[in-house]
């Protein structure tokens, strides 16, 4: 099946500091990939998407590129805030989701 | 979009026991999913709920525990039978959308549930 490898957290960043998380992927065929935040307290929500290889997802300031010669999905922001505090999830959808195991970002003043 | 509708929100139940979680579309979809997602972990896929049939279970997951309906394109239950702690999580109903592609993607807000 589909399986999905996150880097571990926590991630603590200081503000404005530039944010890589990586994520790799197995999966057959042509998945969609998807980066999901749950910030504290709240429910998950969408972050981007990419749905075909060379395919950037981009919302927020946060961007991630399809790479199927990698099979790799990072996600990326180029200065981060207080408020990006959360826990992303990188996730591959062939039928269902398959979740990475996330990556905890604190990101301090 | 699809709104979706999950309760209850939380619960907090005796061991031994059985609590069915109601999910609610307010329009047609093609596919309802069942997450848990245990304390600090990520999101484990349950079943897929497949509508006027029997759902179809990952790895690790029984009808005998988690028995899940979709009578119809709107709406899933999911119950959690025979409860001890190790039930203790967050349910997750989640749905694609009915357009072309299928891409979009929803949750509910979930159900905390606690097993004492």
């Known amino acids: 099946g589909d399986s999905v490898t996150q880097m571990e957290g926590p991630v603590t960043l200081s503000e404005e500091a530039f944010l890589t998380i990586n994520c790799t992927y197995t999966?057959?065929?042509?998945?969609?990939l998807f980066w999901y935040v749950q910030y504290p307290g709240e429910g998950l929500q969408l972050l981007l998407k990419?749905?075909?290889?060379?395919d950037k997802g981009s919302n927020k300031g946060f961007e991630a590129t399809y790479r199927k010669e990698t099979t790799s999905f990072h996600l990326e922001k180029g200065s981060v805030q207080v408020s990006d505090s959360a826990v992303y999830f990188c996730?591959?959808?062939?039928?269902?989701?398959?979740f990475g195991s996330g990556t905890r970002l604190q990101v301090q003043p | 979009s699809a709104v979706i509708s999950q309760k209850p929100s939380r619960d907090i139940c005796q061991r031994g026991t059985s609590l069915t979680i109601q999910c609610q579309v307010d329009?047609?979809?093609?596919?309802m999913f069942w997450y848990r997602q245990q304390p600090g972990q990520s999101l484990t896929l349950i079943a897929t709920a497949n509508q006027g049939s029997e759902a179809t279970y990952e790895s690790g997951f029984v009808i005998d525990k988690f028995p899940i309906s979709r009578p119809n394109l709107t709406f899933s239950t999911l119950t959690v039978s025979n409860m001890s702690p190790e039930d203790s999580s967050i349910y997750l109903c989640?749905?694609?959308?009915?357009?072309?592609?299928?891409?979009?993607?929803?949750f509910g807000s979930g159900t905390q549930l606690s097993v004492l």
């Open positions: 996730v591959v959808r062939g039928g269902a989701l398959t």
């Open positions: 329009s047609q979809v093609t596919m």
């Open positions: 999966a057959t065929g042509y998945p969609s």
């Open positions: 989640s749905v694609t959308g009915a357009d072309a592609t299928n891409e979009k993607l929803f």
């Open positions: 990419a749905t075909k290889a060379d």
